[in-house]
Each structure stands twice: as structure tokens, then as C-alpha cells.
């Protein structure tokens, strides 16, 4: 609903009954910038076209196999082909799927976390280094208008030097084994084949350490991880409490769980400064707490005059009338987008404000370090990163 | 994104610069069961074709009027008309919009409040019903899953008999005298030419009645209304109170005001019975507080399987990933479309659950009753509405 | 515990089960500053004596009846007298006792609403001001410091020129017929005889009342009330919506009610003027937000340094450390017994802070108003008050 | 104001200018089921006396030192001597005065933390078992009604097994070097000297501990400790983030913190088990969020029919009433008090519910670990305890 140039996007991954590919699909297309034309929607064939028929994929263009679809699309026109493909499958296959299209130059939108190893990710930063494509991951919490308004009030110093940060994300939906019941989300979540080597922490913990990095732009120096099987049988962790420290000398923890019986997306941030600290929650997204040190508590809300360009760029209804999640997921598109209709390739992330490769690798590393953290029986470990 | 049937839509004013446009839009074509084809998207002809070119409407379909528009898709075959169309003028176009394409045999989704005397409505209401088509009018708040939740719990009598109705729409936009400013916004909703005889009372009251009307399901029978201009040199009230009385002996308060500096879109609904009381927020749309008698409060969140049918139905994503304004808009939209792929005509309003022509003339006896009773100096005045 | 001189309290009414004197007790004695020494606890003398036997009265001043007290405490010297007495019987009597104490010399405490008619209240004012005694009426709710807070800001001017005032007061204990269980609340309060013509407009209409008052100084123009007996049988209305018209211009409504099933103690204000709003709830004590136009929300929260003196002096212990009902009726007692101290006399209310005999005469001319519109079915009437 | 015998309270600390001491008198005298009739208030004579002076203290029982105190009182027949002390001064005195009075078979309630080392712990409950006193300390915070009704929550097995507990406790006053400015409370604080080996991690974090351990009645396995101290110069820590593992297998957070900029005394519980999970705050104290599996949450109010006897028994007045800090507060002299009239000695803490030498004891033993851990650079550290 724009004058931008229409994307053509693809898909990987969600088909019939998989709620992420709607997801992602909607939050696409949300702005009418982006055209779903191209899929590949399940392993299964079958399921893959008659997913394809429910969206109306042309035939042609409704893949049985994501190898067909990286055949068929670069076998195309420039002009016709998809202009970026989102991968939306569980994560072990996200690393050869996403090498494919990235080596076909197509850009990837790809869920999160990224790939299952560091070593995955490195190949995956070189790949798309060489090919100089977009490469956006799908950190959707980072793309709040008040996350953004955060990360400002801190690079403008209204926190002053940040001193302690708590992260944290408690869910409740795994409190006892679903995955028994054949429930389709909890069954690959918690199957270490598909999942990689963390449950809780890979899934949610990841977005909780993205959310930290994305507004202190801290690094971090060590860590020491407690991680948690509550429910009996189940193969991967439900339950995280990791210990960090910053390598600025800053302190925080960040906490995640799948076991908080009735705690739904419960993800909070909250930092502190020497001149100020700032409160925010996932699930009552309009409103940022900050708090200048010996003033009142300040409420900002979304829409408001008084935010930074970030918030305002990021928001598209008035101050008042809620946006939500799939706002804040479109987000992220809206940015992978705009980087590819400016032609930025591989290093477009911080200009266009989306999570790109690197943040997907340090994502992926923080999920080693944790897990390798919890199997030294909880131990301090470093946990630096830095891209290559 | 969906095996039914994509709908065509047209769209009447809504062009560059129009909020509304664009929130019509995109709740139309959330759910990628609505495909934007045609507009009439301004009362400039210039404005109207630069509008549709910026959202790529084809040339043929991109009208200057919505004369010509009405003509346009009239010659087309059913196959390729339009079918429906949305109406986002100023209200005092409505009627006259609105009721060529009814009686071109096109389905209409129009905003509120409907038209501007109860003359028009039911004039309109037997054209609707003559061509029998779908009508609907976008009285988006109760398109909130939590509201259709709060209907069940009434209708469920888990509130017993209701005793009070407390509705609130509070914000502060026009604490100032915005329309001088040049802000379109402001501009037509202080203009009586454009806005009708109702300010605050009109444009935020008639949602505020829709509210208490599609939760109770209680009929008015009087009210006391006292409206006043706040802003010196404007022509429309911008504030409201009125005192109800209902049929079955409830009592009640309907306020609204856009002078309460800070405020945003601050609609809440209260509603007590004889066993217990409800309470709804709309910038906090994703959770309903239900106070059953002598229990705890409880806090019934959107999507957990303890909720109702009808608040299933109008929920997309899992519970804990917020949805908010945009969703309950599109579920307006969705009911709209529901009753037009099944053919069900000018009463279709019920079983689809969208408000109806009937909820739009009800809406505008509403308002005029207010300002009757305002202008005998709040005077208590019959306040009795039936269809015909 | 302090170095004030401690003051000597004489209480009628009270007694065993009586839960209203147990709080007067603990509100007056709070700060070590009152000492309990004098009662006629009951209007059943053997009922009186055994309350103050369990109180520790000495024999001599445990009285049977009130008037046995105004004679016993007359005869001691100034040096032993009681310093003033607290009357929390039903409302029926308090004139009478008031108005003999009064005449006694002896200031007064007494429960709210004052009296029964305004006749009565203004021959309680002559008496007050020829005996020139201190004379407190227990608007407890203004004794909240951060209630001093809001008058501080509309004082200041930083909400401008006040425009829309909404206060409430919503209960639920009289949903059903309590008062039929031999319930000894419900059973005066739901009596004409003992409570006056008032029920839940007398009972918490009036904390209403006092609370926009204080906090606005706005004097009243006129109102229409709306007052039902939900309750089949009851013989005082149990719910009142009140619109208020203030002599400045502004609006306002004020709405009570005892039959909101589940709300406890649910009293909130907001006021809003051209430059900012406030918002308090009685529940939450300890914040109270305000809104300057065009600046984020701001929480302000008891125990800070940028509060202003009234609210500070209102303060016992540090911000984060709550405090709440008995903290706020004890800085009704305290303003009454610096003014004793002070020998402040009749007029001592405004300098010493505390609700004195002419807000109460306000208030008892506010429930006879709002009856009276109510009798003439909810018709507008003059609701000027002023003092003689 | 009861029947119950009045108790005779001395107090050794707590003079002019000691907000404590204001706390601990008004909260023992809050029912009016204690009088304050002795009193070593200051460690300087001349100082002790003016200020039990100012307490209206006569002058054979307004003694110079604590040591006076003990000899003074225990000259006394049994029916004058106090019948408890309260000790208020800092840390470090803690252990001699309280074991001074218990070895007077003088019962005590005791600030926190209890004493300086375990071994002093010991002793101490060595002599209140020898002489059989009741012995309080004053963790306050397990004092509030809602507290108790998590309490039986768990003890009710309404949440099933405990898997999760997280405790924070934010305070930002000493953000900055507060103990240069003179301040008092900040001063003897953040000396080792007068507060012992913990900062942060004993003002507070024992504070936490107390309350995790009241509520779930769990023991702690091990425990991985990190603390900081953020401002230059500060002796002690001013921050703690610490790892808990629990016998049960439960694992849990508790982190503290003097530097949270803005947070004033922002302690919180959060517990979940199997069946379902809580969450109080203290500055919103008089509701408890209960969440149970696959239901809507419920909020708990304080003063309610449908909360257990031991909240029942610690509330003073009805719902929607709000009591706080000061309630709480004496709800912990009110169990000692109800234990010195039964003659319950040493033991009589579970009975009357009040916290006794051995949860000091407790305290004491968490606050070493912690610091011990810490200093091991945030090592795993054994944490049981058990009395002797």
C-alpha cells in the first residue's frame, strides 16, 4: 500500500497447520510491499503442493522441494524471480536451506535460532559475505517500536553507563510433556535433532540474549548457566537461569523457562544505568517504563511525538490504538526489505535496523556457551564473540 | 493465505494522507483472504488517480469519482466486479456512496457513524434489504476476541442480570484547537457539514454505544446528555456525559471526551450483574477482568481454551503474543466477507458477527438523540430504537 | 512518639464489633501523639462499659451514655479533660452529640456524613464558631498525601483552567439484601432512620464529593442525579449517577454504587484541564499519575523528594515502603490536633489541613441535593453551597 | 484496644532521628496491645536520653546505656519489667545486646540480619533455648496477609511440586556514594564494621531469602554468587545475582540490588510448581496473583472470605481498604506478643507464626554463603543449614 517497489517473496517451511509460516507470511505482507509467490512448503511433497494450492501459488511456482525451488527460481528472470525467500522449517535444516538460496544470490529472511553450530554459522557469514545478499533473521522482539525507543534512550546516554540488565522470558505451555501428545510445536522443540543442543534456551533464550544485545549493544564476557530438565523424559532443557557478565563491567541475568505453569510470552527487559533504568514487557508492548534517576517514573507510549526516529519509523497507527506482535514482526521484514530494494547485500543491518547474519551467529554461540556452560555443572566460561 | 475464496475490494476515499485508507486496507487484507482491485480513492479526481497508482491499482479500475466508479464495475461481469466495497469519506458522503452501490447490488463496508440523520438510515436499510446484500459498518472494537467473550459471559448469564453499565472513551487530541492547524483529521471532525450534529459524541460516542449495545444486548430506553464545546470557536461538542436507563431497568453512563489531555484511545467498557462484573480496556485489548461474585477476580486472557467459541474464532496467534487494533479491525472485515462468500445477504449481521446496517441506524438515532437532549439543556428524552 | 504534647481522646460509639471505632482508635493514636482515655463506647450502657473495660478505660470515664460523659468530662479540670472527642455512632446521632460536646467546650472528631439535613448543619456551624472549637469531620480519603499531591498540581496551575472532572466510588458488599443477614453495617446503613436520606450517595457519595472538593476547589453549579434501589425491599438507593455541572465552566460526573459486585473499596478520581490530567485510585494509593499535554505520563509516587510540602508532611516513612488506609485517617486526626494544639478554634481547617464543620455542611447539602433531584426524576437543579 | 494483656515493650536503639526505631514503636503499639515503657535509645547517653524523653519515657526507665538496661529491668518485680525489647541498633551490636537480655530471661524481637557470623548464631540460640524466651527477628515482609496465603497455597498443594523460584529485591537509593553525604541509614550500611560481611546481600538480600524460604518452606542445596559493588569506593557489595539450587530439586533465582535507579523497594516473589504458580510484590501488597494451570489467573485480594485463616488472622481491616508496610509490620510483634502471653519460650515461632532465632539463624548462614561464594570469584558453594 505504497509506492515502493512490490518484493516478490518466497517460502521454505510453513504449510498447513504450521502456525509460523501464517505468521510470517502475514507479517510480510502486512504493508502490501511484499508478494508471496514461491514456495517449497513442507519435507513432504504432497503436503508441500496442497499447502501451496490452500495460498494460490501458481503450479509452477509451488515446489515440491526446496531444491526444486532454488532450481526453478534462478532459473528464472531476474525480473520474475523471488527477490528473497524466508525459511520458516525447524532449525536443523535452516543451514543447508539457507546456504542453497544465498549461494543462488537470492536473499534470506530465516527464522530463528539461526543453525546449530558456530561452525554452521561461520560457513553461513562466508556464504553470504561472497554472494552479498540481504540476510535478515527473524529476532521479531526487536522489532517493537518502544525496543527501538530503548535502544535510543541509551545511546543518547539517558541511562548513563549501564550497570545491570535482566532479561528474562517465562513461558508455561511445556510444563508437562506435550510433546507426547503429538502437539506439532512442542514435539520438534524438544527434540535435540531438530532443535540443536538447546530447548528453552535456544528457542526463547535466544531472543531474550538478542534483546539485550540489540538495546545495551553490550558484549558479553562470561557466563554461567544453570540449565534445567523439569518434565521427566524430555531430552532438552525447559528451564534456564544464566549468570552474565558484561564486558564493560555491567552484571545481569537473563532467565528463561517453559515450565512457568501459566505464564504465557512473558518476556521482560530491564536495565539500569548510573543515570536511569527503563522496564519493558513483551505482552503490554505500547508502554516503556523509564526512569530518570530522582524524577518521576516516566510512561512512554508508542506513537507519541516525544520518541526518537527509530519508534516513530517503526509504528503505523496512532498513539492509543494497540500494535502488537505481528506489527513488530513486519517490522523486520519491513527493514530486510528495504535493504534489498537499496541493494545494501551483507552489511545492510545496522542501516536498515533488521537482524542480520552476524546477530544470528552470535545467537547461536550464545546457545553453545550456555549448553557448554550447563554440562561443566554450571560453570563460569568466557563468552565473547565477535564476528570471524 | 486461506482455501476460501478471495474476495475483490473496492475502496471509496481512503487515498494519500488518509490514516483510515491504509487501516481499512490492511485489516481487509490481513488475513490474504482480500485482494484490493479497484478505488475511487479521493473526491479529487487527480488526487483519487495518483492515490491508485501509488497502491497499483490498474489504470481501468483506478476511478476519479465514485460515480464512474459505481458505472465502472456495474459493466463488469460478476467474475471481476468488485464484491464489495469499502467507504472511508468523510461522513457525510456516506449515505449517498453507500447507497448507489447497494442499489448496484454491491456489498458495502462502511464507516462510522453510518450516515447523518435516521432519515438516511432507514432509507438505506430498505435499499440494503430491496438488493439484499451484505452491509456492514466498522464498528471495529467489537471485533476485539475479549469483547465477543464478554457478549458470552452476558449471554451466558455468568453476570446474571445486569444491573450497570459504566462505558468510557477518553482521549485528548482535541484539547486544542487542532483544526486550525490544518491537521485533516481534526479538520473534518469538527466541521458540521462534514461530521454531522454529533463531535465527541459522533465519532466516539457511536462506538461507545456499539460497545455497550453488542455486549448486553440491552435496549435503551432513556438518557440525559449533557455535551459541551470546551475549545472556544469550535463548532461541534468535544466532550459528553449522559446518563442511560435500559429496558430492563439497568442504569448506566456513557461518557466520552477529546479534551482529556494525554489521553489516547482510552475506551473501557464496565458492566455489572447480579452475580458478577466484567471489565475491558481497549489499549489493553488482550486481557477481560471477570469478577465473579464472592470469588476471586479472575483475568481471562485471549487465546487459552478456556474462552469461548466466538473469541476463538476472532484469535489468530497463540495466547501471549499480543494481538491488538489492526486484528480486531480485519475480524470486522472477515465477518463481512464470511457472510458474502456465503451469500447471506442484508440480515447475514448475526450469524457472521459483523454490526450490520441495523447497528449503523441504531448508532445514528443514538447520536441524534444525544443532541436532542443536549439542546434541551440536557434534558432526559425517550431514547426507545427499533429497526423500522 | 514525639515531643508534641500528647492530646486526650474521649470516643462515642465504637464499642465491641463496632469495626469503625477500632480504625478511629488506631488512626488517632497512630503517632504516639493521642492517648485514649474517655468513652461511651455503646448506646447500651452495659454494652458501652464491658467495650471500654476491654479497652482499658479506668472505671470514671468508661461512661454508659454520652450524655453522662459530656457531664463527667466538664466537671475535671482542663488539665484531665479530654482534649476532644471522636463520634463514630450512626449518622442519626451525630448531631446531637456534636452539638452538646460542642457546647461543652470540647472539639470534635466526628464521622461523615455530619448531620441529617443542612438546617441542622448550619446549627452546628453556629455552634462551633460561638464555642470556637476545632471541629473535624473524617473525609479520610483526603488525608492520602498523594490526594494533597493533586490539589498541589491544580493549585500550581499545572493542569491549567480545570475542564472534566470524573470521580467514582464503587462498592459490591450490598449486591444482596446483607442487611436482611443482621449484618450491623449493612443494617444502619440500609435505614433511613439511622443513615439519613442518603444511601450509598450519603455513604460514599459523599467521600465523592469531598474528594473533588478538596482536590479541585471547584465550587458546584448545579446536577442531575439518577439514584436506584437495585436491591428489591432496600429502602436507600444502593447506586447514584451523578452529573455535575462546577460554577468555572467545567463538567464533571460522580458515580457510587454498592452493588458492583466484586469492586471493594474502588474509588478513583481524574481531573483534567487544558494543560494536563491526573488520575488516582484510593486501591493503589501510593501513585498517582499525572499528564502534562504533549509529555509522557508521569507516575508520581509517595516518599519523593520533588512532592510538595503538603504531601511530604502527609508522609511517615520511605518511598517503596507502602502506606495506605490507617496512614491516611490518621493525618485527618493529626491536621485536627495540631489545630487543638495551636488553639486553632473553628477555623483552623484550611491552615491545619484536615476536613472541618464546613465541608461537612457541604456534604450533607450534597446528598440533600442529589435526593432531590432524584425525587423530581433526575432533574437539573441549583447545587450552590456556600458557607451561611 | 483488646482484652488481651497489654505488654510492657522496652527498646535499645532507635532514637532521635532513627527512622527504625519510629517503625519498630508504631508497629508494636499499632493494635494498642503494648505499651513503650523502657528504653536504651541511643549508643551515646546524653542522646538515648533526650530522645526517651521526647517519648514521654520516664526518667528511672530512660537509661543511658543498654547495659543499665539489662540491670535495670531485671531489678524490677516481674509485673513492672518489660516484657520484651526490641532491639533496633545496628549489626554489629546486635549479638552482645540480645544475648545480654535473653540471659535476663527477658524475651527479644531483633532487627536483621540476626548477627554477624554462624557461630554467633549459634550461641545465641544456644541461650534462647538455655533461658527459653521467645526470640523474634523482624523479616517484616513475611508479616503481610498475602504472604501467608502464598504460604498455604504451597502447604495446600495448589501448586503442585516447586520447580521455580525467583526473588528480586530493587533499591536504587545507594546508586551514588550516599555515605559521603552524612546520610545515616547509607552510612552504617556500607560499613563492614556495623553491618558484617554482606551489603546489599544482607539489607535485603536476607530479606529475600526469608521470604522464599517462609513461603516455600524449601532448603537450599547450593548456591553460585555473584556480587558487585558498582560505586567507587563502596566497602561492601551493592549488588548480588545468586543461582539457588533447592533440596528438591527446585532451582531459583535471587538477585538484590542498591543501584537499580529509580526502583525504590521493589521486592518480589514469583513461585512455580507443577500445578500452578504465584506473584506478590510488596509495593502493590494487598493482591497476590495465582495462577493455575490451564485456568484463568486469579487475583487474590487481601481481607476476602475466600483467603485461609492465617491471612484472615493478620488483616485489621476490610478489603479494598489497603493496609501495607506498617501492618505487615506489626503482624511480626503481634506473633511475638501472642507468644510471650502463652509462655511459648523458644520455640513458639511456627505457632505463632512469627520469624524466630532460627530463621536469624538461617539468615546469618545465606548471608556468609553468599559472600563466600562470591569470593571464590562466584563459585557452586554447599548451602545447607540446619539448627545445630
Request: with cysteine.
Amino acid at each position: 500500500m505504497t509506492s515502493k517497489r512490490v518484493l516478490r517473496m518466497g517460502m521454505v517451511g510453513g504449510g498447513r497447520d504450521a502456525f509460523i509460516g501464517m505468521v510470517h507470511r502475514t507479517a510480510a505482507c502486512l504493508d502490501g510491499e511484499v508478494e508471496f509467490v514461491a514456495g517449497a512448503l513442507s519435507s513432504s511433497p504432497e503436503k508441500a503442493r496442497a499447502s501451496g494450492e490452500d495460498l494460490g501459488l501458481s503450479d509452477d511456482r509451488n515446489y515440491g522441494t526446496w531444491q526444486e525451488m532454488v532450481a526453478g527460481e534462478s532459473a528464472l528472470e531476474a525480473s520474475d524471480r523471488v527477490d528473497f525467500v524466508s525459511i520458516v522449517t525447524p532449525n536443523d535444516s535452516h543451514f543447508e536451506i539457507a546456504k542453497a538460496f544465498v549461494e543462488a544470490g537470492i536473499s534470506v529472511v530465516c527464522d530463528k535460532p539461526l543453525v546449530h553450530s558456530s561452525e554452521q554459522a561461520n560457513a553461513l557469514i562466508a556464504a553470504v559475505e561472497k554472494h552479498d545478499v540481504v540476510f535478515a533473521v527473524t529476532y521479531n522482539y526487536s522489532g517493537y517500536p518502544l525496543i527501538k525507543e530503548a535502544r535510543r534512550l541509551v545511546r543518547d546516554g539517558e541511562l548513563g553507563e549501564i550497570r545491570k540488565v535482566v532479561v528474562e522470558y517465562n513461558q508455561g505451555w511445556l510444563s508437562t510433556k506435550l510433546e507426547e501428545s503429538g502437539q506439532k510445536q512442542a514435539d520438534w522443540r524438544t527434540d535435540p535433532a531438530r532443535s540443536g543442543v538447546g530447548g528453552a534456551i535456544g528457542d526463547i533464550g535466544s531472543h531474550a540474549e538478542q534483546l539485550v544485545s540489540y538495546v545495551t549493544e553490550l558484549g558479553l564476557d562470561s557466563i554461567c548457566a544453570d540449565l534445567t530438565t523439569f518434565v521427566d523424559g524430555r531430552l532438552l532443557d525447559d528451564d534456564a537461569n544464566v549468570l552474565l557478565r558484561f564486558k564493560n563491567g555491567a552484571k545481569g541475568l537473563l532467565y528463561v523457562s517453559q515450565i512457568c505453569v501459566g505464564n504465557e510470552n512473558d518476556l521482560r527487559l530491564r536495565v539500569w544505568g548510573t543515570k536511569g533504568g527503563i522496564e519493558w514487557h513483551q505482552e503490554d508492548p505500547n508502554r516503556l517504563k523509564f526512569q530518570p534517576a530522582d524524577e518521576p517514573e516516566r510512561i512512554l507510549r508508542r506513537g507519541n511525538a516525544y520518541l526518537g526516529d527509530d519508534a516513530a519509523r517503526a509504528t503505523r497507527i496512532p498513539a492509543g490504538h494497540p500494535e502488537a506482535f505481528l506489527e513488530a514482526f513486519a517490522n523486520v521484514y519491513n527493514g530486510a526489505c528495504a535493504a534489498i530494494r537499496a541493494g545494501a547485500g551483507a552489511k545492510g543491518g545496522a542501516e536498515y535496523d533488521y537482524p542480520d547474519v552476524y546477530h544470528g551467529a552470535r545467537g547461536v554461540h550464545f546457545i553453545e556457551k550456555t549448553v557448554e556452560s550447563a554440562r561443566a555443572d554450571a560453570k563460569w566460561i568466557d563468552a565473547h564473540w565477535s564476528a570471524n
